[in-house]
């Protein structure tokens, strides 16, 4: 409510408590139809990457090709991007939060590419990294650890599972890789009608997972002046593990 309403309650009298997190708790849990939004957002998306896969990239900007994706969105059924995309190629990719600009594409780039779609409200997220042309062997290495962590991310979600828990178990295989400086955001977060929701999986995290929370995986590795790589899937959190929603593909694609 309004500031003016608020001070209008407590002159008639009305004791007014304030409380923290009630909302954001009472929508982290999805009900059925809400999974189903999330999981046709889910399949747009994966369609989405799919058609992006056989664009060319070299030659072409970062911006231009945020305006082609945003064009497969809209071809494939979404309301609208559910974010802002971001498509970071090369050492611009070394930033977790760039912002797509007009440096163009060359080969031997990596190109991050994180968005989703919004579809009766509701977000999916995804993040996907490109390899454009022969990339470095140690490129293809940082993809790899971020293959491996993003899998033992996966494998740690289930009901009960604290969210710090789950970022640890990512984070372990990539410090072990001796990464550890490289990734410097949290596991996920929750998703919904919000791209960011409860609950989080971070270090500083308090949240416990519960079913049908609905919550990223996306662990990276991001080298200054190189280039980055993230993976990132929406999934669902069952009793005994989670429903990846998002299928497309997470070996390394070579594109031109």
């Known amino acids: 409510m309004t500031y003016a309403n608020h001070e209008v309650l407590r002159e008639s009298g009305v004791s007014l408590v304030p409380r923290r997190g009630l909302v954001e708790s009472l929508r982290a849990v999805k009900e059925s139809g809400e999974l189903d939004s999330i999981r046709e957002a889910s399949r747009i998306t994966d369609g989405v990457y799919e058609r992006l896969a056989n664009e060319q990239f070299s030659g072409r900007t970062e911006k231009e090709l945020v305006w082609r994706m945003t064009e497969l969105f809209h071809e494939l059924g979404a309301d609208e991007p559910a974010f ?24 031997g780039d990596l190109v991050l590419v994180d968005a989703g779609a919004r579809l009766n409200h509701y977000c999916s997220d995804c993040t996907r990294t490109f390899a454009v042309g022969d990339v470095s062997d140690s490129l293809r290495e940082i993809y790899e650890v971020t293959k491996e962590a993003q899998q033992a991310g996966l494998d740690a979600v289930r009901a009960g599972t604290a969210g710090r828990d789950a970022d640890a178990a990512a984070r372990a295989v990539i410090a072990d890789a001796g990464y550890a400086e490289n990734f410097g955001h949290g596991l996920g977060h929750g998703l919904g009608l919000m791209v960011h929701e409860a609950p989080t999986l971070r270090p500083e995290s308090t949240d416990t997972l519960e079913t049908a929370n609905v919550v990223t995986v996306e662990p990276g590795i991001y080298l200054s002046g190189v280039g980055g790589v993230r993976i990132e899937d929406s999934v669902a959190v069952t009793d005994d593990g989670c429903e990846i929603l998002t299928s497309f593909t997470k070996e390394l694609i070579v594109v031109s």
Do not use: E, L
Request: hydrophobic share 45%.
């Open 84 to 107: 802002a995309i971001d498509i970071a190629a090369g050492p611009t990719a070394a930033s977790p939060h760039a912002v797509p600009g007009d440096r163009v594409v060359q080969d």
